[in-house]
T-cell receptor
Framework: SQKIEQNSEALNIQEGKTATLTCNYT??????LQWYRQDPGRGPVFLLL?????KEKRKERLKVTFDTTLKQSLFHITASQPADSATYLC????????????FGSGTRLSIRP | DAGVTQSPTHLIKTRGQQVTLRCSPK?????VSWYQQALGQGPQFIFQ???????QRGNFPDRFSGHQFPNYSSELNVNALLLGDSALYLC???????????FGPGTRLTVL
């Protein structure tokens, strides 16, 4: 079965710097990979989706890369702000039907002023 | 436009009891997925409903069952509750094969 590993449980960086979060997966290559943001006590909020035939996707200060050779996705937040502090979750399709979604355990990002 | 709503927000039950959680999807969405999230973990996929049928199921026992109604709303039922069932239960809706999911605020279930 598909497994996901988000390398850091927690990441602390200075405001204004670029935060880089890592998501690695095993087994087959997913058709797509998603990133979500979750604040304490709230449901996850969708941020970006990148498909297997896309290498990079951007949305405002966010950038996601997808390397199917390394089986890895990187999630970048540029010009980070304290308001970006949250847990970020990586998710991908859990099997070939693509309707079963598997989440990583998340990386807790803290941006200090 | 209302997003995904879930009820109740909090629930306390004792071992052995049964619980029903409810979810209304975002307007225009026809697919509902349920997740269990333990503290400090990512959401774990329970099952997905589409056209009133269970389309996919995660590694959860038969004590976990669900239903989707003609208006696309959904229920999650858990029988014979165990202490380990204590978690945040999240409902997410999407449209057809669209992969972007919209999550509700969740129901916090505590089993004593």
């Amino acid at each position: 079965s598909q497994k996901i590993e988000q390398n850091s449980e927690a990441l602390n960086i200075q405001e204004g710097k670029t935060a880089t979060l890592t998501c690695n997966y095993t087994n087959y290559s997913p058709a797509y990979l998603q990133w979500y943001r979750q604040d304490p006590g709230r449901g996850p909020v969708f941020l970006l989706l990148i498909r297997e035939n896309e290498k990079e996707k951007r949305k405002e200060r966010l950038k996601v890369t997808f390397d199917t050779t390394l089986k890895q996705s990187l999630f970048h937040i540029t010009a980070s702000q304290p308001a970006d502090s949250a847990t970020y979750l990586c998710a991908l399709d859990g099997d070939s039907s693509a309707s079963k979604i598997i989440f990583g355990s998340g990386t807790r990002l803290s941006i200090r002023p | 436009d209302a997003g995904v709503t879930q009820s109740p927000t909090h629930l306390i039950k004792t071992r052995g009891q049964q619980v029903t959680l409810r979810c209304s999807p975002k307007s225009g969405h026809d697919t509902v997925s349920w997740y269990q999230q333990a503290l400090g973990q990512g959401p774990q996929f329970i099952f997905q409903y589409y056209e009133e049928e269970e389309r996919q199921r995660g590694n959860f026992p038969d004590r976990f069952s669900g239903h989707q109604f003609p208006n696309y709303s959904s229920e999650l039922n858990v029988n014979a509750l165990l202490l380990g069932d204590s978690a945040l239960y999240l409902c997410a809706s999407s449209f057809g094969t669209d992969n972007e999911q919209f999550f509700g605020p969740g129901t916090r279930l505590t089993v004593l």
